[in-house]
C-alpha cells in the first residue's frame, strides 16, 4: 500500500495572503447580512452597511490578486533566477553563453544569408516625375499686382 505523498507547506507570505483574504471575505459575508436584515427592516443601517460590502467586495477582490502574485513570486524564488521552465531549478545550470565556443563540436556552422534590399532608384529614375513650378492663374483680363 502506497503512501500519500504530503503536500509542500505554502510560503509566509502566501499563508499571510490567504489569511487576509479570509478576513476580508467574512467582513464581506457580514455586510451582506446586515445589509439584508437592514433592508427588510427599513432602517437607516442600510447605507453603511452597503458601503461596508462594496469596500469588502474590492478589498476581497485585491486579496485574491494578492494570493495570485506572491504564488508567482515564492515559485520563481524556489525556481531561481533566470529559468524559463517550472523544472529549471531542479537541474544543473547551465553553462553561461560566453563559455561555449562558437560553432559547437559536430554541428555545422550557421549560414548566414544576406539581407536583400529593396532596389534603389538611379539617378535618373525619379520616383515621381519633376513637378512645374507653382504659377498662380488669374482670372482673363487681371494682371498682377494691379
Known sequence: MSVPRRRRRLPDEVRS????????????????V??????????????PALLAMGVGVFGTMWCLLEILISRQVAAQRQ???????????????????AARPFPRPGAAPPQHQPQRRPPQPQPSQQ????????????????QYGS
Open 34 to 47: 446586515v445589509a439584508t436584515l437592514a433592508s427588510y427592516a427599513g432602517s437607516w443601517l442600510m447605507t
Open 127 to 142: 520616383p515621381y516625375p519633376p513637378q512645374q513650378p507653382y504659377q498662380r492663374r488669374m482670372p482673363p483680363g487681371r
Open 79 to 97: 525556481r531561481g533566477p533566470n529559468s524559463a521552465s517550472p523544472m529549471a531549478g531542479s537541474r544543473v545550470a547551465p553553462e553561461p553563453l
Open 17 to 32: 495572503a490567504a489569511v487576509r483574504a479570509v478576513l476580508s471575505l467574512a467582513f464581506t459575508l457580514v455586510g451582506v
